[in-house]
C-alpha cells in the first residue's frame, strides 16, 4: 500500500464518520430539546400549583 492511498482511505473515513456524527446530532437534537421543554413544563407546572 502507498502512503497516498493510505491518506486517502484516512480522509474518507475521517469525513464518513464526520457527517454520520452531523447526522446523527440534527436527528437526536431536536428530539432532546422536546424532551427538555416537556421536562421544563413539568417542573413549572409542580412550582405552580404548590
Do not use: N
Request: charged share 15%; hydrophobic share 45%.
Amino acid at each position: 500500500m502507498s502512503e497516498g492511498m493510505i491518506t486517502d482511505k484516512l480522509t474518507k473515513t475521517i469525513f464518513t464518520g464526520t457527517v454520520l456524527f452531523a447526522t446523527g446530532f440534527l436527528a437526536v437534537f431536536p428530539y432532546f430539546c422536546t424532551l427538555a421543554i416537556r421536562a421544563m413544563k413539568g417542573c413549572c407546572d409542580v412550582h405552580i400549583q404548590k
